[in-house]
T-cell receptor, first 110, second 113 residues
Framework: QKEVEQNSGPLSVPEGAIASLNCTYSDRGSQSFFWYRQYSGKSPELIMSIYSNGDKEDGRFTAQLNKASQYVSLLIRDSQPSDSATYLCAVSGSARQLTFGSGTQLTVLP | EPEVTQTPSHQVTQMGQEVILRCVPISNHLYFYWYRQILGQKVEFLVSFYNNEISEKSEIFDDQFSVERPDGSNFTLKIRSTKLEDSAMYFC???????????FGQGTRLTVV
């Protein structure tokens, strides 16, 4: 049974701060790692993908992957109130279907 | 920007009825998926579809469910004899042949009464 674990939160950070979201996964054969943002009542929106160990930066977002520790993280710099959402970690192997974590609810306080 | 579109946005059906949820994937994508999310729970994989056949399916995707690509643009999920516990958001997603990034439609909220 493939598992993806996330701290459910809620995580609250002040506006302008760095938000740090973490995820661990159980299947060592996992190849692709994603962060999705989900606003309440809406669909998951892809914000980052990462496939190899290390850091990947895109604007205010940085994804970090450590396959040896089976750990993925997402940093959001200069957090804005509009970043308030649930962040879903998702993992896939060769078969492409995504296994999602339960999500971390982030609130950015003005 | 290309997007996955789903219809209807909300469907209410009586227990035991059949429903068909419709999706138009991104036009140059070849992998299609259905996921569902019961209120307050994780997004769960149901089925993936490639080259006109099911490539993977989860334990949830039993004989009650079926998928079809009736033409060059639509991708449908049929749920036969709906049960109360089928009430959920159903998301269609698609991905291209290169990187496996999946893009989701806005979802269909299915309510079984």
């Amino acid at each position: 049974q493939k598992e993806v674990e996330q701290n459910s939160g809620p995580l609250s950070v002040p506006e302008g701060a760095i938000a740090s979201l973490n995820c661990t996964y159980s299947d060592r054969g996992s190849q692709s790692f994603f962060w999705y943002r989900q606003y309440s009542g809406k669909s998951p929106e892809l914000i980052m993908s990462i496939y190899s160990n290390g850091d990947k930066e895109d604007g205010r977002f940085t994804a970090q992957l450590n396959k040896a520790s089976q750990y993925v993280s997402l940093l959001i710099r200069d957090s804005q109130p509009s970043d308030s959402a649930t962040y879903l970690c998702a993992v896939s192997g060769s078969a492409r279907q995504l296994t999602f974590g339960s999500g971390t609810q982030l609130t950015v306080l003005p | 920007e290309p997007e996955v579109t789903q219809t209807p946005s909300h469907q209410v059906t009586q227990m035991g009825q059949e429903v068909i949820l419709r999706c138009v994937p991104i036009s140059n994508h070849l992998y299609f998926y259905w996921y569902r999310q019961i209120l307050g729970q994780k997004v769960e994989f149901l089925v993936s579809f490639y080259n006109n056949e099911i490539s993977e399916k989860s334990e949830i995707f039993d004989d009650q469910f079926s998928v079809e690509r009736p033409d060059g643009s639509n991708f449908t999920l049929k749920i036969r004899s709906t049960k109360l516990e089928d009430s959920a958001m159903y998301f269609c997603a698609s991905s291209g042949t290169g990187v496996p990034e999946a893009f989701f439609g806005q979802g269909t909220r299915l309510t079984v009464v």
